[in-house]
């Protein structure tokens, strides 16, 4: 057996090499996945607001997605994929505190709607970041030739938290309301650091 064959042999797979990045994709998105089926039913129920508000509230996080990708990507590339995914978890629990912060104006819904709005904005923000860093964090772990297999798995994750978290988001909030899914939202910064043990070895660390 050669040299280069037992080195290749030493190496992780792909998917091994990729798993902690897809764990925090899940989680980022379980967020976003959770609050998708139970925003109408609180905006209209709770708040008593129409459809077209209840468009505006759910639409708010996408045009938010859509305005940061630019900037997410740039952060990537200057301040590291790491500091990316990281900014991005961060985000994805701020926008969990600001949804309970909703809870509290509950009397004057007009506010709790912009309360809600900004939530919603930064979760997008947070949803780009997310994505964005762990994908060039994948390509940094395992190379350019492996492109096609980092936005697979990637992919696969992110679209793995969407299905569950809404039927989770439902349970939580038959069980305790909007504020089951904004407390849940809110724990996704406790999710640990991914691949915490390599990350000084990770390009753009």
């Not at 925003?39 to 997605?65: K, Y």
Request: one cysteine or more.
């Amino acid at each position: 057996m050669s040299i280069a064959s037992s080195v290749s042999e030493s190496r992780p797979s792909v998917v091994t090499a990729l798993a902690p990045l897809m764990i925090a994709v899940l989680v980022g998105f379980l967020v976003i996945g959770a609050a998708l089926p139970v925003l109408p039913l609180h905006v209209h129920d709770e708040l008593g607001s129409g459809p077209v508000m209840v468009g505006v509230v759910a639409g708010c996080q996408f045009a938010a997605s859509l305005a940061a990708r630019i900037w997410s990507g740039q952060a990537a590339d200057t301040q590291g994929p790491k500091w990316a995914v990281m900014a991005g978890l961060v985000g994805a629990a701020i926008s969990g505190l600001l949804y309970l912060l909703s809870l509290s104006f509950l009397s004057a819904p007009r506010l709790s709607i912009g309360v809600l709005l900004a939530g919603r904005a930064v979760l997008g923000g947070a949803e780009s970041f997310i994505i964005t860093g762990a994908t060039t964090w994948g390509l940094a772990r395992v190379g350019a030739r492996n492109a096609g297999k980092v936005i697979a798995w990637m992919g696969t994750a992110m679209f793995a938290a969407l299905a569950v978290g809404a039927p989770l988001g439902t349970a939580l909030y038959e069980k305790g309301g909007f504020g089951a899914v904004s407390s849940a939202a809110a724990l996704a910064r406790r999710h640990p650091h991914p691949d915490r043990a390599a990350a000084h070895s990770d390009a753009g660390a």
